[in-house]
């Protein structure tokens, strides 16, 4: 019950010292949002997407799991124990406690007009799927004229989509403004908002 409410009694006091909380053992990363400063980076407007990490040395980018580590400061006067330690510290608000992993987008250089205008001119001798890396599909297309057009309409309607990525499991390269889509699902930390319509046809179910 104490640990619940230790991010409650936080958030009440102004200034903290250590023998306030000595003895208490509240890690970094449980603080509350008000209480940690997280760096998340700069996106490159050029492909609204995060350096890669393979190729840049720069403290925050995406790996090819599609995750940027985001390195969070506590704010000054905050006592709590960082990850890789076992004895609470008083934080300056420069120093990092913890990271906390944030979804990116993985981008290594396939630029998705690119994709499209040879999928759509050139898609019927598989040029699309050759520049993407699929080389068995784009020789297929190329000995059947793209599957007799067939596949290379597919194709279109696949790339302009978004559902066709490139071999390597990066995604597109795409400038400012451009049409990003993203891939909506439903998880366990999914939070569903019901309207008033909601509550009262289903109130006496509850």
């Not at 980076?41 to 609204?48: A, D, H, K, N, V």
């Not at 403290?59 to 985001?70: A, D, E, L, Q, W």
């Not at 992993?101 to 998705?112: A, I, Q």
């Not at 990525?165 to 999914?190: C, F, M, R, W």
């Amino acid at each position: 019950m104490l640990k619940n409410l230790l991010p409650l009694l936080l958030l009440l006091h102004k200034s903290f010292s250590e023998e306030e909380y000595s003895g208490i053992e509240l890690w970094c990363r449980d603080l509350p949002e008000e209480l940690v400063t997280c760096s998340e980076g700069e996106i490159r407007r050029s492909t609204q997407a995060y350096p890669v990490c393979s190729d840049t040395m720069v403290s925050h980018c995406c790996n090819s799991s599609r995750v940027i580590m985001s390195k969070c400061y506590p704010k000054a006067g905050v006592v709590c124990i960082p990850n890789g330690a076992i004895k609470a510290e008083v934080f300056g608000g420069s120093s990092i406690a913890f990271e906390r992993p944030l979804s990116c987008r993985y981008v290594t250089g396939y630029d998705y007009r690119t994709t499209l205008i040879l999928s759509v001119f050139l898609g019927m001798f598989g040029i699309d799927r050759f520049y993407l890396g699929y080389y068995g599909i784009g020789l297929f297309k190329f000995c059947t004229f793209g599957f007799f057009l067939l596949g290379q309409l597919v194709d279109i309607i696949l790339i302009a989509t978004q559902t066709v990525k490139p071999a390597d499991g990066s995604d597109y390269l795409i400038g400012l403004y451009g049409p990003i889509l993203t891939e909506v699902q439903i998880q366990n930390h999914t939070y569903f908002q019901y309207d008033d319509y909601f509550y009262k046809k289903y109130a006496d179910e509850f």
